[in-house]
Structures are given as C-alpha cells and as structure tokens.
C-alpha cells in the first residue's frame, strides 16, 4: 500500500519553462512533506519543504503547493535549467511516527536546452 | 564537516556471505536511518536509530540488522546476503523532526 504516489515517472521540459511535479498521499496524519532531488550515483539532497500550516512555501525557484482536502502537493521549478535535470522525490512524515520519511517513487526531470 | 559517509561505495556479495555496510556523520545529529532504493522505486526504510543504543525497525527490516553504540556511527549488517537484498544503501541522519542529510551510498549486489 504506497501512501506517498508519484504518479508521473519522468517529465521533460525545455529549458526556462516551468516543470511542475505531483505527489498525492494517503494518509491523513502526515503533516510535513518534503521534495528532494537526486543526481546518479549521489545520495538524495533537501529541495525544499512544506508544513500542512501553511499551503505555499517558497525558495528561490522553487515553490511547493500544499492542498490538504486533495492529499496533494506539487513542485513548482520556474524557470528551470539544464541542471535541474535529476531525480525528484516526495517524502512525507507524520508526528506519531517521529521523523520516519515515506517516499514517493520519484519523477525523472529532464531539462532540454 | 564530511557530512554523512557511507563505506564501501560498491560491494558484490555471493549468496550466502555476510558484510556490514558502514555509515557515519559527524553533525552530532541525534536520529540516523539506513533506507534501500531498488530500480525505479523510491526509498524504503530498513531501521532507524534515535541516538545512540536505542534502534528500531522500518518498512523493510528482515534480513538486517543494525547497532548504534556511538552517535556517530550506525552500521548495518547483512546476514546471509540474498539476492532479492540487490539495491542501493543510503545513510541518513538528521536533528530532530528535520530534513535528513544523506550519505553517497553503497551499491550492492549479490550473486
């Protein structure tokens, strides 16, 4: 039973356009979620994070989007480049599980020039 | 700071053996977590630590084990190494309720 869905595998974009990326989840008693990114052979690094206190937070190029009643957050890339090309993950956490993250799939981001 | 390091990069095992998959951080951080990553799928937690001496399992954790005697360190150990445990091992650590910091990894596979 996955409860974190990245229902896209793979997205390509040209370069300076917007790359948006969707995650939906099962459980309602997630209440932080997390985007990182992931170059071959490295290991995942932080992107960007979200509190369900808020539904927008922003950095840089970078914006997550938080609907609670949909279980649904996305990753807004604007504009994106070449070297956003990577592997992105969703991960959430819930409050009774401590800082146990559940992943998403991943989505494969190619950024073409 | 080094960050999170992970020892070997790569390792091929044969059915049967055994090996322990080093990981350490020198961040003082308090939680630590060993997750496999199979092709195409996303991350699994195997076992996670919240400071030293006290351990616990996650989604995955049969056929590994794991101890944490420093805060540094969290070593994981494969006992009789099958071939469904072919993956890619990363360490994590992180503060608290935080983002987690990962290792580069180690590629394993079993023949």
């Known amino acids: 039973d996955q409860q974190v869905k990245q229902n896209s595998p793979s997205l390509s974009v040209q370069e300076g356009r917007i790359s948006i990326l969707n995650c939906d989840y099962t459980?309602?008693?997630?209440?932080?979620f997390l985007w990182y990114k992931k170059y071959p052979a490295e290991g995942p690094t932080f992107l960007i994070s979200?509190?369900?206190?808020?539904d927008k937070n922003e950095d840089g190029r970078f914006t997550v989007f938080l609907n609670k009643s949909a279980k649904h957050l996305s990753l807004h890339i604007v504009p994106s480049q070449p070297g956003d090309s990577a592997v992105y993950f969703c991960a959430a956490s819930a409050p009774a599980a401590g800082n146990k993250l559940t992943f998403g799939g991943g989505t494969r981001v190619l950024v073409k020039p | 700071n080094a960050g999170v390091t992970q020892t070997p990069k790569f390792r091929i095992l044969k059915i049967g053996q055994s090996m322990t998959l080093q990981c350490a951080q020198d961040m003082n951080h308090n939680y630590m977590y060993w997750y496999r990553q199979d092709p195409g799928m996303g991350l699994k937690l195997i076992y996670y630590?919240?400071?030293?001496?006290?351990?616990d399992k996650g989604e995955v954790p049969n056929g590994y084990n794991v101890s944490r005697s420093t805060t540094e360190d969290f070593p994981l150990r494969l006992e009789l190494a099958a071939p469904s445990q072919t993956s890619v091992y990363f360490c994590?650590?992180?503060?608290?309720?935080?983002?987690?910091?990962f290792g580069p990894g180690t590629r394993l596979t079993v023949t």
């Open positions: 630590s919240v400071g030293a001496g006290i351990t």
């Open positions: 459980n309602s008693m997630f209440d932080y």
């Open positions: 994590a650590s992180s503060r608290v309720v935080d983002e987690q910091y």
């Open positions: 979200i509190s369900s206190i808020k």
